[in-house]
């Protein structure tokens, strides 16, 4: 039996990604997809209003590459698919940029005007942006079936600034959804079972699920506390979360402050705590010691996120 291992063309994470779609766009063009026509984006209707649309009409105007917006009609359906299918006659890349049945749709898309796709995820709720199936609904929201694709999607890109935006909940299904894949993987490979990819599971399908567990285990709570800050944030320098709550429960033992109202500042403004952020990241100061940069961002996500994680850790002694 053939062991398969099956994932995205490309995937690429980081802050501020939404901007360099066009990049992307190109990139895609540069691999072999001879893409000369323009992108033919799906989102979602909320999205429209959002400051990324600037962003993203900046990066193709840049370019002088042809793009259109064009906003999900609300269902993953035959009728939907059909009337984007319709209208991509003057593109040759489908865009979705959104939830899941917009994903879907755009996947959908896809498939039937053979033509590649890029997915940008608006909310990190599940691997499905990553998958090749897209799930089709009846007009009235029903099950209708699941489409098998012919491949996982060219492009996933996820923009952290934006996730960090989306509502809690999602990140935390999210971690749900990603930490029982590790378990079906493993019973999958145990009991030999033939995936959805055609074949068995392969050892560098389970390394990878066992690794997600792992930085789940490690960065899954500050990661969830980062984004109900609302900010995007590298975890706390992504040490090891063992180390976090020692180094915070011996600072609490030696009644150290960890929090902002340890510091008589309880009530400190966003606006005072990005102030300081700045100034710590001034030239002339030490930040510049640092191995990696640093921005005021970063210092105003690791201060948001340290002061949350620091409530949930009882002193030592």
Same mark, same amino acid.
Do not use: W
């Given at each position: ?24 766009? *190109? ?9 000369? !026509?323009? +992108?033919?984006?799906? =989102? ?6 959002? &400051?990324?649309?600037? &962003? ?16 999900? $009609?609300?269902?993953?359906?035959? !009728? ?5 299918? @319709? ?6 890349? =489908?865009? $979705?940029? $959104?939830?899941?049945?917009? /994903? ?29 199936? +897209?799930?089709?609904?009846? *007009? ?6 699941? #489409?098998? /694709? ?15 935006? +989306? ?9 749900? %959804? ?18 959805? +990819? ?17 930085? #789940?285990?490690? %960065? ?26 020692? #180094? ?16 008589? #500042? ?6 005072? /705590? ?32 340290? @002061?949350?994680?620091?409530?949930? =850790?009882?002193?030592?002694?």
């Amino acid at each position: 039996m053939s062991k398969i291992i099956c994932s995205p063309g490309e995937y690429i994470q980081g802050k501020g990604e939404m901007k360099r779609l066009a990049d992307y766009y *190109e990139s895609a063009d540069r691999k072999g997809l001879f893409l000369v !026509k323009g +992108a033919y984006m799906i =989102v979602d209707s909320f999205f429209s209003t959002e &400051q990324y649309k600037k &962003q993203i009409t900046e990066s193709f105007q840049k370019k002088n590459i042809t793009f259109s917006f064009n906003v999900f $009609g609300g269902e993953c359906c035959m !009728k939907e698919i059909e009337k984007h299918k @319709n209208n991509m006659d003057k593109y040759d890349m =489908v865009i $979705g940029i $959104g939830g899941g049945k917009t /994903l879907d749709t755009a996947k959908a898309v896809s498939f039937y005007a053979h033509m590649p796709v890029m997915i940008v995820p608006t909310a990190a709720s599940s691997d499905a942006p990553c998958s090749r199936l +897209a799930v089709i609904y009846k *007009e009235d929201g029903t099950f209708e079936k699941y #489409l098998p /694709l012919r491949s996982n999607p060219d492009m996933v890109i996820m923009d952290t600034e934006v996730i960090a935006k +989306a509502p809690v909940r999602f990140l935390v299904a999210g971690i749900g %959804d990603a930490l029982a894949t590790c378990y079906e993987a493993e019973a999958c490979e145990q009991s030999g079972i033939v995936t959805m +990819a055609g074949g068995q599971s392969t050892r560098a399908a389970i390394a990878l699920s066992q690794l997600c567990r792992e930085i #789940l285990f490690e %960065d899954g709570l500050k990661a969830k506390i980062a984004v109900e800050e609302n900010v995007s944030s590298k975890a706390v320098e992504n040490r090891p979360f063992e180390e976090i709550v020692m #180094l915070i429960s011996f600072c609490k033992s030696l009644g150290l402050p960890t929090t902002f109202k340890d510091l008589n #500042l309880s009530d400190v403004r966003d606006e005072a /705590l990005m102030s300081a952020a700045q100034a710590s990241c001034d030239k002339d100061d030490t930040m510049g010691n640092m191995p990696f940069t640093v921005t005021p961002e970063d210092v105003f996500a690791a201060m948001k996120t340290a @002061n949350r994680l620091a409530s949930f =850790v009882p002193q030592m002694y």
